[in-house]
């Protein structure tokens, strides 16, 4: 075999070597495993430099030879450190058999050193048998920890290091086996196996093979277009010096300008052509975050994510979860494959959620080898137990990867994926496609709720210049009307009649002042410290001087419900138009019915705040779909008599006051409406 090759090969390999070296080390100094691999790398550069000079200088078994040996003697030693701290073995056993490398290495380095050996043909043989077996056995202490496993995915990223060790190393000891003689596929397969390892000590997840594999086909095919770029334009005039130099920058600046589209073309060719489901799961993500720049009403957005990436096939689970008005949980909005829970509890799983928010994404290979981890280190319970909550959340939720909708410090939501079928997790690139997908729903969410506003302030402003008009249609009228009906009260009118008039035109008032009250920008809320249970003590005497079908009218406080800020005024006026809607909905059933109200606290979440629950529950007939879809729609009413504004007016003051109306109902059982009002 040519020398040069072997030359030129180890050359490179050390270049390679130290730079991964470097870059390592670049990231974080005082990390231990960086430190260990760097130092096993920078003595596989010192082997590489020693053996090429002791090539180059033709020498036998004199001081550049020795210098050799003894560089090799220490391969073995940073090795098997190395994989000890990967595999994180802390074990007598490794320990022992370190210290018996380092001994048979330090006699070894003595008998080279010294020459003590006369019969010079040993030593080279036994340093040889030396370094197989020491280098095998950190390659045992890997498959120790691969029994040992029982995380799929870990065990997956384990194999992958097995083989791809066992191959590197066993051509690179074969390169020096005496009988055999001198390739250089060894020290390239080394190369390849220590990216391999620096990638996955970098990335800390398992390294998708055919990702590996998938960007080392494209740069070794970009490598050749570049190559033969500049082969074509330089080579042709290497003989005249000047025009080689102009064509070397003329070919630079081509590379220059090509790099860029070039490089997207390959990689997308090449992953076209070998990994195909792949490719086409990056372009249904492609269209997906175009389909998403124009989503503003935020119910849209799951059913067009979860049917995209069910599309795509790439995902055996799917759920999308976005954070409720209060900020207390997070509710599902759609799903694919088995149903996940419904709702997720900001305080009882506050350690996926503050996870979430500070990583963004939650990776569920991440989490369990984290637990490992704290487990080895005897990590104290607590910083286990979180590492388990937020494992059982990923449960709960059906997740492989969880990708968060984050403004301002908040989660808004999270998109959570998993695919049963594959042994190994999302790829990186998979990863970062996921997160511009969560980018634009994030964008969707923030949008929806600007829209919401708009839609809100535009309806108001419309309602407000109608009710001006109408207001003065009706007001006029009206005066006239009542005040020559109590004229006429004086004489002798039927008073049938009269009370008709009276009644009628009370009710047009009462619809007129509704309606205005409704229309009218939101009256500043007078915000005092407010005793619920007082207030709704104040409403229900009210409501029970005008119960004339007797029903029954209960109320249950909670003891000790602390104050709020709120508005005790507007709070009442709320509360009467729901226990009157009460009434009205149980006398319509015939039967006397049970009016009962009930106040409730529940704890405050990590984003939002403790809210107090005050459920007006009647046992009347209940409501339909279509009645309930519509509750809070201005106008809409089923009563006879009714405005259909009670309900539309009530919620806006509770918005106002930093709450929300909650309906639950059952045909044929009654319905409960819940104010839910925040505590601040
Ligand atoms: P109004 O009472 O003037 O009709 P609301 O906005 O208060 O206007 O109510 C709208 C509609 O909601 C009612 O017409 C009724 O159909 C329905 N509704 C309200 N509360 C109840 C209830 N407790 N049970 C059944 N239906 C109800």
Redesign the pocket.
């Known amino acids: 075999m040519d020398l040069w090759i072997r030359i030129q090969s180890a050359l490179l390999a050390a270049v390679i070597s130290t730079a991964l070296a470097v870059t390592i080390l670049l990231r974080n100094r005082r990390n231990r495993l960086y430190q260990l691999y760097a130092i096993f790398n920078l003595n596989l550069v010192a082997w590489y430099l020693s053996d090429a000079l002791f090539v180059y200088a033709g020498a036998g078994y004199d001081v550049l030879g020795k210098l050799r040996v003894l560089v090799a003697l220490c391969i073995p030693i940073t090795a098997f450190r190395f994989f000890q701290a990967f595999v994180s073995d802390r074990s007598v056993l490794s320990d022992r058999l370190f210290r018996i490398f380092v001994a048979v290495a330090v006699v070894l380095a003595v008998l080279v050193t010294f020459d003590l050996d006369r019969e010079v043909e040993f030593i080279p043989r036994a340093v040889y048998g030396y370094i197989c077996i020491a280098l095998y056995v950190s390659l045992y202490f890997l498959y120790r920890r691969y029994r040992r496993l029982e995380s799929k995915v870990e065990r997956t990223r384990l194999q992958y290091l097995m083989v791809s060790g066992g191959v590197a190393f066993t051509l690179a000891l074969l390169d020096y086996l005496p009988s055999i003689g001198y390739y250089f596929f060894g020290n390239i397969l080394t190369i390849l196996f220590l990216y391999f390892l620096f990638q996955i000590i970098l990335k800390l997840r398992v390294l998708d093979l055919y990702e590996f594999l998938g960007r080392a086909i494209v740069m070794a095919t970009f490598s050749f277009v570049v190559a033969a770029i500049l082969v074509i334009l330089v080579v042709w005039w290497r003989k005249e010096l000047d025009l080689f130099i102009f064509n070397t920058i003329i070919a630079s600046i081509v590379l220059y300008i090509l790099y860029d589209p070039m490089r997207s073309f390959v990689e997308d060719r090449m992953n076209h052509l070998l990994f195909r489901e792949r490719y086409e799961f990056g372009n249904h993500l492609d269209t997906l975050r175009r389909q998403l720049a124009s989503v503003i009403d935020v119910d849209d957005l799951a059913p067009l994510v979860l049917s995209r990436l069910e599309a795509s096939r790439r995902v055996t689970h799917a759920s999308l979860y976005l954070i409720d008005e209060y900020g207390v949980a997070y509710t599902l909005k759609g799903h694919v494959g088995p149903p996940p829970a419904r709702r997720v509890d900001v305080v009882a799983h506050n350690p996926f959620i503050r996870r979430l928010r500070d990583q963004g994404v939650l990776i569920l290979e991440n989490q369990e080898r984290e637990k490992r981890l704290l487990e080895e280190h005897a990590a104290p319970a607590s910083a286990v137990e979180e590492t388990d909550n937020v494992l059982s959340t990923l449960d709960l939720v059906h997740s492989g990867a969880v990708f968060s909708f984050i403004t301002d410090g908040q989660v808004l939501g999270f998109l959570s994926l998993k695919d049963e079928r594959l042994r190994e997790a999302y790829s990186s690139e998979e990863i970062r496609l996921l997160l511009g997908v969560a980018a634009q729903c994030t964008l969707a969410v923030e949008n929806s709720r600007v829209f919401d506003k708009v839609r809100d302030r535009d309806r108001l402003a419309a309602l407000g210049e109608m009710s001006a008009g109408l207001a003065h249609e009706i007001r006029n009228p009206l005066g006239a009307i009542k005040g020559a009906a109590q004229l006429l009260e004086g004489g002798d009118p039927d008073p049938e009649m009269l009370k008709i008039i009276i009644d009628e035109t009370n009710r047009l008032n009462s619809v007129v002042s509704q309606f205005l009250d409704y229309a009218r920008p939101t009256r500043k809320s007078n915000l005092v410290p407010t005793d619920v249970n007082r207030v709704i003590e104040a409403t229900l005497d009210v409501v029970r001087a005008d119960n004339p079908a007797r029903h029954e009218v209960r109320f249950r406080p909670l003891q000790g419900l602390p104050a709020i800020q709120s508005d005790p005024e507007q709070l009442k006026q709320v509360l009467l138009?729901?226990c009157?809607?009460?009434l009205?909905?149980m006398t319509v059933s015939g039967s006397s019915g049970v009016l009962s109200l009930t106040t409730r606290l529940s704890e405050a979440g990590d984003h939002g705040f403790g809210t107090v629950r005050v459920a007006v529950t009647?046992s009347?007939?209940?409501?339909t779909d279509e009645?309930r879809r519509n509750?809070?729609i201005p106008f809409?009413?089923?009563?006879v008599r009714?405005?259909?504004?009670?309900?539309?007016l009530?919620l806006r003051l509770v918005r106002n006051l930093g709450g929300n109306i909650e309906v639950a109902?059952r045909l044929g059982q009654?319905?409960t409406?819940t104010v839910v009002l925040p505590v601040r």
């Open positions: 138009n729901l009157q809607n009460a009205q909905a009647d009347g007939p209940g409501m009645v509750l809070f809409f009413t089923t009563k009714g405005t259909g504004l009670g309900l539309a009530s109902s009654g319905s409406f």
